[in-house]
């Protein structure tokens, strides 16, 4: 359930029964022709469709990630890796401090993969808290569904393009962009790395069927699902 619709008191006496919590994490920045919001639409939903039967808070994404190579693209706005890990570990500590002890950050954005280190270095001064920090698309049950469809997917590609994420009356092209070069790209300034990618989308199909998105999807679910009713920290289990 999101906290959007619940108050306080309603987090307190769920806070009586379980002490589980989603944080989403999300990244504004270009996704060729889709939604610059991608990154937080695919991570928040996933983190509300997932919770739902179990009755577990869903905070709002934290909708600004690290993502600098993007800024020669209107739209993108980054955070340094100092403040977003910052705001991280802060999010993880008010949490901790009005009661939640397990804690999902569900991440939808390759560039806030360092937030795995910060949650390592934050249970270390929080040991009586569990953190997963859950990278939804490249989880192996998911990333082996997407693999299993086209194996070329990437950012901004079909594997991003859900109907909650493409855009009304944007035509998209109809053929396979060759996967970039992403050792090539990781040296280049975000003016090179635009003049590389052109559209932005790092290679493959624009659009797949619907059919082949919510195989996608219910994997995700599943697999976020398994990780929420799973053992956590308990080594009893
Ligand atoms: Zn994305």
């Not at 619709?5 to 806070?15: D, F, I, K, R, S």
């Not at 939604?35 to 577990?56: F, H, Q, R, V």
């Not at 993880?92 to 280190?117: C, D, E, V, W, Y």
């Not at 939804?136 to 469809?149: G, Q, R, S, Y």
Request: charged residues 20%.
């Amino acid at each position: 359930m999101k906290i959007a619709n619940m108050n306080w008191m309603q987090v307190e006496a769920y806070l009586e029964k379980d002490d589980r919590v989603i944080v989403p994490l999300g990244s504004t920045e270009q996704h060729a022709y889709l939604s610059l919001s991608t990154d937080n639409i695919l991570s928040e939903k996933i983190a509300t469709d997932a919770a739902e039967p179990l009755g577990i808070p869903v905070f709002p994404v934290q909708a600004y990630g690290i993502t600098p190579s993007f800024m020669a693209y209107p739209g993108t706005v980054t955070l340094r890796m100092a403040t977003f890990l910052a705001v991280v570990q802060d999010i993880l500590t008010s949490l901790k401090q009005t009661g939640f002890r397990r804690i999902m950050l569900l991440n939808g954005h390759g560039g806030n993969i360092p937030a795995g280190n910060a949650a390592l270095e934050w249970m270390g001064d929080h040991p009586e808290c569990s953190v997963i920090v859950h990278n939804w698309w490249m989880a192996p049950k998911t990333m082996a569904k997407v693999k299993e469809i086209d194996p070329i997917a990437s950012h901004a590609s079909w594997m991003e393009n859900f109907p909650w994420t493409r855009l009304e009356g944007v035509s998209l092209p109809s053929h396979q962009k060759p996967m970039v070069d992403l050792d090539q790209l990781r040296r280049l300034s975000p003016e090179k790395a635009r003049t590389l990618l052109e559209d932005g989308n790092y290679g493959g199909l624009y659009q797949r069927s619907d059919d082949d998105m919510n195989l996608i999807w219910q994997t995700a679910l599943d697999e976020v699902r398994e990780l929420l009713n799973g053992n956590w920290d308990d080594l009893s289990k």
